[in-house]
T-cell receptor, first 109, second 112 residues
Framework: AQRVTQPEKLLSVFKGAPVELKCNYS??????LFWYVQYSRQRLQLLLR??SRESIKGFTADLNKGETSFHLKKPFAQEEDSAMYYC???????????FGTGTRLTIIP | DTAVSQTPKYLVTQMGNDKSIKCEQN?????MYWYKQDSKKFLKIMFS???????INETVPNRFSPKSPDKAHLNLHINSLELGDSAVYFC???????????FGQGTRLTVV
């Protein structure tokens, strides 16, 4: 079974402080991990995928297969980062994308 | 514009009614999905179609019936609507060989 765990439902961080949103997964095959972001009343948008190893809007995420984690990080939070963040797990050859329960990030001015 | 588009964006209806939500993607993707986002923002897969064939059906009541007339369209029909069906429904699609999903803007369904 594939499962994604985001332990924090709510996270508040002061502007300029570092941000870390946690994600752990369980999957027997070769995982494909994503972070999606949903700004207020908007569609979900892809933020990051592990295979591209890129930084988007200052966010990075590294896949740690030993710890089965894919935490999302940003060194300095900005007010526009306030949103709902979902970690998602797919797999090569697997049609199902499983989402975590999401973390609502609030940046305090 | 290349995108996943859903109609309608908002839908308010009474209990017991039957309603449909439409989804179209012009990204050339083979796989399409319906997700339900409840009031707590939990996002759960409902159905997945690959090239017009149902491949995932996640214990959804049979009042929900997806229909895929072609691989670019995946519609969701809901019979006998209940209060608990109120949610935002998202359509999504993925390209072959990847689970990177592209989402529609969502349909906010309110059952009164």
């Amino acid at each position: 079974a594939q499962r994604v765990t985001q332990p924090e439902k709510l996270l508040s961080v002061f502007k300029g402080a570092p941000v870390e949103l946690k994600c752990n997964y369980s999957y027997s095959g070769s995982p494909e991990l994503f972070w999606y972001v949903q700004y207020s009343r908007q569609r979900l948008q892809l933020l990051l995928r592990h295979i591209s190893r890129e930084s988007i809007k200052g966010f990075t995420a590294d896949l740690n297969k030993g710890e089965t984690s894919f935490h999302l990080k940003k060194p300095f939070a900005q007010e526009e980062d306030s949103a709902m963040y979902y970690c998602a797990l797919g797999g090569f050859g697997n049609e199902k994308l499983t989402f975590g329960t999401g973390t609502r990030l609030t940046i305090i001015p | 514009d290349t995108a996943v588009s859903q109609t309608p964006k908002y839908l308010v209806t009474q209990m017991g009614n039957d309603k449909s939500i439409k989804c179209e993607q012009n990204l050339g993707h083979d796989t399409m999905y319906w997700y339900k986002q409840d009031s707590k923002k939990f996002l759960k897969i409902m159905f997945s179609y690959n090239n017009k064939e149902l491949i995932i059906n996640e214990t959804v009541p049979n009042r929900f019936s997806p229909k895929s007339p072609d691989k670019a369209h995946l519609n969701l029909h809901i019979n006998s609507l209940e209060l608990g069906d109120s949610a935002v429904y998202f359509c999504a699609s993925t390209p072959t060989g990847s689970t990177e999903a592209f989402f529609g803007q969502g349909t906010r369904l309110t059952v009164v």
